[in-house]
């Protein structure tokens, strides 16, 4: 406990053993089986906590939709004010929340506390929101008459999360829903349920404090089964869902079938093109934050580096030696730079990959490593790789959820940019240039394919106040800022006549 991991624990309220089904003050008992939640850190038990099984499931979404008719009532900016006074108690529990994220999920520390900076300005953002949801006026063709549309509220939003994210992705989903006048169901990744239970209890006092009645918050932790309950019900308009492409591919069938809206943010294989005009200092910082910070376990990692043929050995040889400065180790510990793996069977995926690469022609410039020793006890610490290899290798195309970065050479832009789009996935890009004609082309309509594009940043470490989301694999939706908020609500277009004539549209005449 020298972190203060149990302080951390005590704050935040929660006990040894969890209940997992709640429907904001009230847990549920079910017949769920029981998950164990251990740290990657150091491969210790945290706390137990007990599945939802499929009648809890329906109880709680039956709640759900009584909850529904009344916080559609209540006025947006009020709605907005308990989101606000969320962020406030998430400001009050940053640190306990951010050390149990690290702990619980293998991130640094400083990137628990950003996980729940990114929490704190999306209530903010929510809190504008309240009194900007907006919809048109439109000139009707026709005299008399006026259009415009409105925004309503949708009803419930099922929101299914993964571990690398596993407090941010629900805040980015649950701020806009609470503003729009939605409900959520939350399934959170069974990998970090403790997580999930400390965000619904800090959110159950606010909104107990403020009349906010059972089933505006719900939480159900459990497996792919309840997921698939949750995608399959037709009482849930909308389901969004951040995580891998099978994942997504799943659930957006499932949602598809019964024609409900799917939100998905799936995988990323994400690049940098890194051009002889660029800055390589600046450079080599944000390659090597994007490949191994949260050990290469964001969507956003940077998992290509697209080089020039003139600097490719360059940077090799300078990425190299910033990897030997790297320090491994307990994520509480801020010395460390890189934190483990989430469990062993990530561990597994990064062995097979790097196996796959070499056997497919990958150049060795830094080789991985499993970790051992009294400091690597949980098994799940890795060494982040470097190889170079080409775009077109099996592997290449493949998402892993771990630090290894290949690396592309490239002749001239157009090269590298098409080496950029020829993946499956389409998240983040990113350039770096001092060259305005170089920045320019990547961003056109010929350029980067992704949904999230940046020039002289990389690809990790997206603010909240864009919309958030990618192209192609990773599933096309956008969660977040801008008016990513669209898709939580109903959209209305209404037409109405003031007149005591009835002219149709079109100038169509029909008369009797
Ligand atoms: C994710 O990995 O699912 O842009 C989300 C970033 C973070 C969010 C990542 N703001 O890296």
């Known amino acids: 406990n020298q972190y203060g991991i149990k302080e951390a624990i005590d704050s935040l309220g929660l006990s040894p053993a969890e209940l997992g089904s709640s429907t904001g003050s009230t847990w549920i008992k079910s017949t769920g089986s029981e998950i164990s939640s251990h740290s990657p850190a150091d491969g210790l038990l945290i706390g137990k906590v007990q599945a939802s099984d499929e009648k809890t499931y329906l109880q709680i979404r039956e709640t759900a939709q009584t909850a529904f008719k009344a916080w559609r009532q209540v006025p947006a900016p009020k709605r907005g004010d308990v989101v606000r006074q969320l962020g406030d108690a998430l400001r009050e529990k940053k640190e306990a929340l951010g050390k149990l994220v690290s702990y619980e999920m293998g991130k640094s520390y400083q990137e628990g506390l950003g996980e729940v900076q990114e929490m704190i300005d999306i209530c903010d953002f929510a809190v504008g929101l309240s009194r900007q949801l907006y919809g048109l006026t439109m000139h009707s063709e026709r005299p008399g008459h006026r259009m415009y549309e409105q925004y309503h509220p949708l009803g419930i939003v099922g929101i299914i999360s993964a571990f690398n994210f596993p407090v941010a992705v629900w805040a980015w989903n ?3 829903a609470w503003v729009c006048g939605d409900v959520a169901i939350w399934k959170p990744s069974e990998k970090t ?40 019900d037709s009482h849930v308009p909308l389901v969004s869902a951040t995580g891998s492409t099978r994942m997504g591919k799943a659930v957006g069938e499932t949602v598809g079938k019964r024609l409900g809206r799917a939100l998905l943010e799936l995988g990323g294989n994400n690049a940098i093109i890194i051009t002889p005009n660029a800055d390589l200092d600046m450079s080599l910082i944000g390659a090597v934050f994007g490949a191994v910070g949260t050990c290469g376990q964001r969507c ?3 998992r290509r580096l697209i080089i020039h043929e003139d600097i490719f050995d360059e940077v090799a040889s300078k990425l190299k030696s910033a990897y030997a400065q790297l ?29 796959k690469a070499k056997a497919e022609g990958a150049k060795m410039i830094v080789d991985g490593e499993v970790l051992t020793g009294d400091d690597y006890a949980s098994g799940c610490y890795v060494k982040p790789a470097i190889f170079e290899v080409k775009n077109d290798y099996e592997i290449v195309q493949h998402e892993t959820f771990a630090p290894i970065l290949y690396l592309i050479r490239y002749k001239d832009l157009d090269e590298a940019i098409a080496i950029q789009n020829d993946v499956p996935q389409g998240l983040s890009s990113a350039i770096m240039t001092r060259d305005m004609r170089e920045s320019e082309q990547f961003l056109s309509y ?3 394919d992704c949904g999230i594009a940046n020039v002289n940043i990389g690809t990790s470490g997206a603010e909240i106040g864009g919309a958030f989301g990618g192209e192609k694999e990773t599933g096309g939706g956008r969660e977040s800022g801008s008016d990513a908020w669209k898709v939580y609500m109903r959209r209305q277009t209404n037409t109405i006549n003031y007149t005591n004539n009835l002219p149709l549209a079109q100038g169509i005449k029909f008369e009797f």
Do not use: R, W
Request: charged share 15%; hydrophobic share 40%; proline share 5%.
């Open 446 to 448: 010929a350029g980067s």
């Open 174 to 176: 649950t701020a806009l």
């Open 300 to 302: 956003t990692s940077t």
């Open 193 to 232: 349920p403790l997580t999930a239970i400390a965000c619904q209890k800090i959110t159950a006092k606010v909104f107990a404090e403020n009349d906010v009645p059972e089933g505006v918050s719900n939480l159900v932790i459990g497996d792919a089964q309840i997921g698939q309950l949750l995608s399959a």
């Open 327 to 355: 320090k491994i180790g307990n994520p509480l510990d801020e010395k460390n730079h890189v934190g483990p793996l989430i469990d062993t069977l990530a561990v597994d995926m990064y062995e097979q990959s790097i196996a």
